[in-house]
């Protein structure tokens, strides 16, 4: 269960701050663009006040120690300038609350630092004579029905009006009242009397209970059966929790990025390894692909055109099929299981030493992730993700390019590449660069390509308007471009559409990339060819 840094913690830091008032602000450090620390003398000794309106983790507490500035130089956003130009060296007067609600004024010398620490809506606003003098976060009016803009006038959250929680009687609805936050009534209905809630709540007497990994409170909380320590005070607590639960989640961040890249290595190099496997069994049958191309070649004049079985007896006199492709011959289909068979046993050597190298590979992959799951902090993730990179186990997303020169494709990411005999290939990047290149770029004569039944890149042959003049040679280089741009790209033997331009359509309403098309050919890509 995650304690909320509610109502009634910032009550309890609120009588906490009390004793700094009446020094004076000396320090004002810069943890992020949301979170700022003053630095405040006071009673002989210097005291750290921080106030953050990060939305996962709004608060304000006292420091037990002096933190690390973390924003220094060029990197110190506008709102801590502006503070330290308003606030630097001027006396704290007065930290109040508003009301029960999550909202604390410190009137520091003739301003005010309003700290809106609700969630997702924090908020850190700087108040000079009634107008806002800075902000940690602007807002306009189509981001917020308050705006919050320079020099206009502060207005509060609107908050619906409620009666406090200490005119709260039993057995009425303790959400009407204000204070109450849906923790504070799971303990109350737990057992923790409303009655003592009330009282500590007037008389300020609050405590500090601390409980690991769940979240530090000013209440007792024994009635929902959390083991909590007492601490000397509840900015103590509050800073116990929130260190652990940054440092927890900055962890957690950190691990599921490389986690997820280095998952997705592992899965390619067993995609690989399968296609590896599959070219080391091709090996050994070596002799009964070639004895099969003899066997079509036997069978050749009773073939009809654009066969695609081949029922026939072996050279034992054992029944035998054989598929073949449609458009090829039955010579060509012979020749095709020939050069099979030839860069099988050719390519032996070649696939055992790649299966060795891989499985090795794919060990370390292994063995790397198993390290992240004992990573103790973020450090420990950089140093493996270093390591990983060094590896080269890691993809960086090149930097976009910018002007107009580099995006000849209205900024769409359409590439190039010279195919055989200089014809020009075009593919698309993703799914909205796949709809630009098939519905803009392309001309209706264009051959146009995709992999068959599963999703690929967009792939165009510029034809010059003459598209029977291509050769094979470039539409087999072309399916090869539509294959590596596929979740098949390591799969043994891919079939790949081409057809004209012109019989290429997007359904209206359909996703990006998605085309449906008609007199399509068929050509088949083997992994060995690529």
């Known amino acids: 269960m995650k304690i909320p840094f509610d109502s009634l913690c910032l009550r309890a830091v609120v009588l906490e ?5 009446g020094g004076r602000v000396q320090k004002i450090l810069a943890r992020t663009p949301l979170e700022v620390v003053l630095g405040v003398y006071a009673h002989g000794r210097e005291h750290w006040l921080l106030l953050s309106a990060e939305p996962e983790y709004a608060r304000m507490h006292l420091l037990t120690r002096r933190p690390e500035d973390s924003l220094r130089g060029d990197t110190i956003p506008p709102f801590v300038q502006d503070l330290r130009r308003h606030l630097l060296d001027r006396p704290l007067l007065a930290v109040e609350q508003r009301g029960l609600d999550r909202v604390v004024d410190l009137t520091i010398g003739e301003v005010v630092l309003v700290a809106e620490l609700m969630g997702k809506h924090a908020n850190l606003i700087l108040v000079a004579d009634g107008k806002i003098e800075a902000a940690a976060k602007w807002l306009g009016p189509r981001q917020s029905k308050r705006p919050v803009l320079a020099h206009r006038i502060y207005e509060p959250p609107p908050f619906d009006p409620l009666p406090p929680m200490t005119e709260a009687q039993p057995g009425d609805d303790l959400r009407d009242f204000d204070g109450v936050s849906p923790f504070l009534i799971r303990l109350i209905e737990s057992g923790l009397p409303l009655a003592e809630v009330q009282s500590r709540v007037r008389k300020g007497d609050f405590g500090a209970w601390y409980a690991e990994g769940q979240g530090a409170y000013p209440l007792p909380l024994d009635s929902l059966g959390i083991e909590a320590i007492p601490r000397a005070s509840l900015s103590q607590a509050i800073e116990q929790t929130f260190a652990n639960r940054i440092h927890s989640q900055s962890l957690e961040r950190a691990s599921r990025s490389l986690r997820t890249q280095l998952e997705r290595i592992l899965l390619a190099r067993d995609v690989a390894l ?9 090996a050994s049958r070596a002799g009964a692909l070639q004895e099969r191309g003899q066997i ?13 079985m081949l029922e026939a007896w072996d050279f034992a006199g054992n029944p ?7 458009d090829l011959s039955p010579a060509e289909n012979a020749n095709r299981l020939f050069e099979k068979a030839r860069k099988a046993k050719q390519g032996a050597p070649s696939v055992a030493d790649q299966i060795a190298r891989l499985e090795d590979d794919r060990a ?5 992730l198993a390290r992240l799951d004992l990573a103790e902090s973020p450090a420990d993730v950089a140093d493996l993700v270093a390591e990983a990179d060094r590896r080269r186990w890691l993809f960086h997303q090149p930097p976009p390019t910018r002007t107009k020169e580099e995006r000849p494709h209205q900024g769409h990411a359409v590439r190039e590449l010279l195919g055989p005999q200089g014809y020009k290939i075009l593919y698309g ?8 290149l098939t ?8 051959w146009w390509l995709h992999v068959r039944g599963g999703p690929s890149a967009h792939v165009v042959i510029q034809t010059g308007n003459q598209p029977d003049r291509v050769p094979r040679e470039v539409i087999l280089f072309a399916a090869q471009v539509a294959v590596r741009q596929s979740p098949q790209k390591h799969a043994g033997y891919v079939p790949v559409d ?23 050919k068929t050509i088949h890509v083997e992994r060995d060819s690529r």
């Open 17 to 21: 701050v009390q004793a700094l008032v």
């Open 498 to 520: 081409y057809t004209l331009k012109r019989y290429v359509r997007k359904p209206k309403g359909a996703p990006p990339g998605t085309a449906l098309y008609t007199h399509e």
């Open 439 to 446: 519905l803009r770029v392309a001309k209706p004569n264009d």
């Open 320 to 326: 035998v099929t054989i598929p073949l492709l449609a």
């Open 364 to 368: 370390a992959i292994a063995e790397l």
């Open 296 to 308: 079509i070649l036997a069978y050749a004049a009773s073939l009809s055109e654009g066969a695609t």
């Open 429 to 436: 990047d993703n799914s909205t660069s796949n709809d630009y």
């Open 274 to 282: 399968r296609g590896l496997h599959e070219a080391a069994d091709s």
